[in-house]
């Protein structure tokens, strides 16, 4: 266990992961690219080209899913009984752009969704995302200001797999200006606020989930060196301010700490990945934060030997809240091996395994450093019927095993739906 977390620790050192935005991301599921794709002037280009109406200066391009649809055989993540049912998630709406001049973009999406579960009638709530953002691509400056309001289905942490509604209302923006040939300048700054749903644990139990409301603030800024087209090195600082809302259960917390980025992005080889290293110590006297000065961060890199096959290796380190009280959080740290496999022209499958820990520091005499053992393995599929629909298809299974005082559990999922609107799948930029 502690040769597996060493080995965890030194992958996500030496290859510079994750990505500092997301250390405290509290569920990433199996199988999952830890980074999304960054919004690029090529990409706003094409998907303004591929709008279905155009209205003057605006081009709209209606959304339409249904994804998460499919069997759980645990739907609570709990050992002993288990509870299996079936559930959906359907959303329609629309994402839609204008230009202001040939290298600013402004885009704006409302995309509602319904999850329905077959069984577990008080699960069935409307959900959706909203956002407004602008984004200006130039010789020597690019820029971009967002403001989004989300509320999704998810998984509350790996520690409870329950299925859980989170709302975060996110206000961000990011410069880079080019000062030299090769060197730029970037500064960044979000304000995101993490809200959850009562309702979404059964009985007294939902307050609980209520202690973790918090508002996040995160400020950095730095240097970024540009070798070429293809490859980028930053190397800055950011400040971290976590507040909790509710007085029951205080973890907030404050601290700053280096940022190191690393981007690649060649024909047949691509990394993205970033590390930090805060010095994190709880803000006030009521906080149960226990002070964590220890790296964070995530990658994924992508090898394609040969045109037909793609090799993916990837990982993360993030500090997940523990909806347990002895705990404040834990270290969730994962390295998965994914392949990517076309078996058609249009189809592909994906198999993928996973290997990690849930790490618990010690926080108090009753609540001693903990290790908990996860394995992922699983496939995934997608059938590109043409460019603006996708089905898709995952099967995966989680065994968490070695925590004192709990039963061994596992978690299989069945998945399929279908995606219409051209780059629907990560959704993450526009």
């Known amino acids: 266990m502690k040769l597996r977390s060493l080995i965890l620790t030194l992958v ?12 405290f991301t509290q569920y990433t599921a199996p199988g999952e690219l830890p980074l999304p794709e960054l919004p690029t002037k090529e990409r706003w280009d094409q998907a303004m080209e591929q709008a279905r109406w155009r209205t003057g200066p605006f081009r709209i391009q209606p959304w339409l899913t249904l994804y998460k649809t499919g069997w759980d055989n645990n739907v609570l993540g709990e050992e002993g009984e288990t509870i299996t049912d079936f559930t959906a998630t359907l959303g329609l709406g629309l994402r839609a752009y204008t230009r202001l001049g040939p290298k600013v973009v402004v885009a704006a999406h409302a995309l509602p969704e319904y999850v329905w579960w077959a069984e577990l009638e008080d699960r069935r709530v409307w959900n959706g995302r909203y956002g407004l953002g602008l984004y200006g691509y130039f010789n020597h400056l690019n820029f971009e200001v967002t403001a989004n309001s989300n509320r999704k289905a ?19 923006a990011a410069v880079e200006l080019r000062v030299g040939g090769h060197l730029g300048v970037f500064a960044e700054a979000s304000d995101n606020g993490v809200r959850y749903r009562e309702d979404d644990i059964r009985g007294p139990a939902g307050a609980q989930l209520l202690t973790l409301d918090r508002d996040e603030q995160r ?7 540009h070798a070429n087209k293809d490859i980028s090195i930053g190397l800055g600082v950011e400040r971290i301010e976590i507040d909790f809302i509710r ?13 190191l980025d690393l981007r690649i992005n060649r024909e047949h080889f691509a990394v993205n990945a970033q590390v930090t290293y805060p010095d994190l110590e709880p803000s006030s006297t009521d906080s149960r934060f226990v002070p964590y000065n220890d ?18 290796l990837y990982g993360r380190s ?28 249009s189809v592909k499958l994906r198999p993928f395994v996973e290997t990690g820990v849930n790490e618990y520091p010690e926080a108090g005499p009753f609540a001693p450093r903990l290790s908990l053992d996860v394995r992922s393995f699983g496939i995934g599929a997608e059938w ?8 898709t298809f995952t099967l995966s299974r989680t065994d968490y095993e070695g925590l004192p005082g709990y039963a061994d559990r596992s978690i299989n999922r069945v998945h399929f739906g279908f995606i219409l609107g051209q780059n629907s799948s990560n959704g993450a930029w526009y």
């Open 12 to 23: 996500s050192i030496c290859i510079l992961a994750a990505p500092a935005t997301a250390q």
């Open 154 to 172: 998810t998984y509350l942490n790996s520690q409870l797999e329950q299925p859980v509604n989170v709302r975060n209302d996110r206000l961000g």
């Open 219 to 225: 400020i950095r800024g730095g240097l970024r060196y």
């Open 247 to 259: 007085p029951e259960h205080d973890r907030s917390s404050s601290g700053d700490g280096p940022v």
């Open 295 to 312: 790296f964070l961060g995530r990658f994924q890199i992508s090898w394609k030997p040969k045109a037909k096959y793609e090799w993916q």
């Open 318 to 345: 993030d500090l997940a809240y523990s909806y347990f009280e002895d705990y404040p959080y834990f270290n969730d740290k994962r390295l998965g091996l994914a392949v990517v496999a076309p078996v058609a022209t």
């Open 384 to 391: 590109i019927v043409d460019p603006k629909l996708k089905l």
